[in-house]
């Protein structure tokens, strides 16, 4: 089992509020991961769970269970960070075996457990040397190995693959997400890199400043980001974000800036005008030849590979483009774009919540066009 959940955790290091009323449930099974920028809380969150630190109030239950005064050997939970703190003068087989050692297992157990996991993480030909002869890739996969070698009721880790290269890293998230399908453990697992927490989560809470801005599965919050900071934070590039008015226009809403003119689909009989900040995913414009809803002119563009990413203005906003290569879209030159009125989000321009989830949805709520979600 491996519930854990977070009752309105606060965490004060002097002026620091770094962590500000926290709830968070995360059920038995779950990879959980916690996504944000730097200092906004993470790590913090993760040593509050494993029992490093104290929380300055509220509350940590593990499988219903009130742990927020238990030491952390007794939590139950396996822990990985970012510097692995391996033992120098062990070997690789001893280092790995640790946590089974310390809690007296047979040494017929042990061996096989370690050649187990030692088996998964590609360190078979390794069990003899010390950490200091291997590389940091290596270390980093012995120090997840060892929390691997146990069956415990949740893996807490802390940017375990931070110091792996561009390779090693993916083969590693394979692996972490095949041992997640395998034994159904929970896990806590805190990264700064979308593309991790896109992949691997079965939820992720994305943070903000010590607070949880948005938590669903990674769908949810790429396709419904609740607000402007979601938004701009996930998809490489962001979404393009904008300052536009919502008008109505012969009967229909508008989303109107210099450049732009994008009939939303939804019913309106008011000329009312709401400022908003608009957002459209650079892979949800099309260029087109006719009947544009963008005039801009293309400042940029960037080959991908297998992609163009094409960087215009319209008026003074700046905003990309993902289109398939090759385009013909060349640098200076005017291109107009088409965007489906389902592809537009709109948010609040003061406070940046969604204004509404879906044009399917609008009708129904008749009266004002415009609702906060
Ligand atoms: N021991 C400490 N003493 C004082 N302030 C701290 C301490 N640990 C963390 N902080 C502060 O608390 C805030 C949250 O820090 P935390 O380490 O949780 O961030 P993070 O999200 O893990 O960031 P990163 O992605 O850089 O690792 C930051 O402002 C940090 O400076
Ligand atoms: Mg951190």
């Not at 801009?296 to 905003?319: D, Y």
Request: net charge neutral.
């Amino acid at each position: 089992m491996g519930r854990i959940q977070l009752e309105s955790v606060s965490k004060k290091y002097g002026k620091t509020h770094a962590l500000k009323d926290v709830d968070l449930d995360i059920a038995d099974g779950e990879f959980l991961v916690l996504l944000g920028p730097s200092g906004c809380g993470k790590s913090t969150l993760l040593r509050l769970v494993a029992g490093l630190i104290q929380p300055s109030s509220g509350r940590i239950l593990l499988d219903d269970k009130d742990i927020t005064a238990t030491p952390p050997r007794n939590r139950d939970l396996a822990m990985v960070f970012q510097s692995y703190a391996l033992y120098p003068h062990l070997s690789v087989a001893k280092n790995i075996g640790f946590p089974l050692r310390s809690r007296k297992f047979s040494r017929t157990v042990i061996a096989n457990s370690v050649a187990a996991v030692a088996s998964t993480l590609d360190l078979s030909e390794l069990l003899d040397r010390r950490p200091a002869e291997l590389s940091g890739g290596q270390r980093q996969r012995v120090a997840l190995a060892r929390a691997m070698v146990r069956d415990p009721g949740a893996f807490l880790m802390d940017e375990p693959l931070s110091n792996l290269d561009a390779k090693l890293r993916s083969a590693t998230r394979s692996e972490l997400i095949e041992l997640h399908r395998r034994i159904g453990t929970t896990f806590l697992y805190v990264t700064h890199d979308q593309v991790e927490a896109m992949t691997m989560a079965t939820r992720i809470a994305l943070m903000d400043n010590g607070h949880i801005e948005q938590i669903g599965t990674p769908a949810e919050l790429y396709d419904t980001p609740r607000s402007t900071f979601v938004a701009g934070f996930l998809g490489a590039p962001p979404m393009n974000l904008f300052d536009a008015i919502v008008t109505g226009c012969r009967g229909e809403l508008h989303a109107v800036a210099p450049g732009i003119d994008i009939p939303l689909g939804i019913e309106a009989d008011s000329h009312s005008e709401h400022p908003v900040v608009a957002g459209i995913r650079p892979e949800k414009m099309q260029i087109v030849d006719t009947q544009a809803h963008v005039e801009a002119v293309i400042a940029t563009v960037e080959n991908l590979g297998s992609e163009e990413l094409v960087h215009v203005r319209a008026g003074a906003n700046p905003l990309s483009i993902r289109v398939p290569r090759p385009s013909t879209a060349r640098a200076g030159a005017p291109i107009s774009i088409r965007v489906n009125p389902a592809d537009v989000h709109l948010f609040d321009r003061d406070s940046g919540p969604r204004l509404r989830w879906s044009p399917e949805e609008a009708p129904a709520r008749t009266g004002t066009p415009l609702y906060v979600a």
